[in-house]
């Protein structure tokens, strides 16, 4: 029912900030807790972050305080505040969707965290 395309990856230096966003298509957007999670190579999927379908957001301990998650329903989109970037925040950022027994993945974004 939803589909999910991230943008704003790129390359950033170290203590530089990005914004990701996840653009979702489907009429039940609103249904849908979302979350960002992120791989790095060799490494297993990472939860970085979500908000459920009413705006109660959980933020993982390795990433609190410098991300921050936020969702604008009526734009269909939802957000990855990125600060204080590290060279090891270094992954491919996915987006994804939750409701009942749906569980959808967008195809991610590289966020590249260099000098």
């Known amino acids: 029912q939803v589909q999910l395309v991230e943008s704003g990856g790129g390359l950033v230096q170290p203590g530089g900030s990005l914004r990701l966003s996840c653009a979702a298509s489907?009429?039940?957007?609103?249904?849908?807790?979302m979350g960002w999670y992120r791989q790095a190579l060799g490494k297993q999927r990472e939860f970085l972050a979500s908000?459920?379908?009413?705006?109660?957001?959980t933020v993982a301990e390795s990433v609190k305080g410098r991300f921050t998650i936020s969702r604008e329903n009526a734009n269909n989109t939802v957000y990855l505040q990125m600060n204080s970037l590290k060279p090891e925040d270094t992954a491919v950022y996915y987006c994804?969707?939750?409701?009942?027994?749906?569980?959808?993945w967008g195809q991610g974004t590289q966020v590249t965290v260099s000098s």
């Open positions: 489907g009429r039940i957007f609103t249904l849908y807790a």
């Open positions: 908000i459920s379908s009413v705006g109660i957001t």
């Open positions: 994804n969707a939750k409701r009942m027994t749906s569980n959808i």
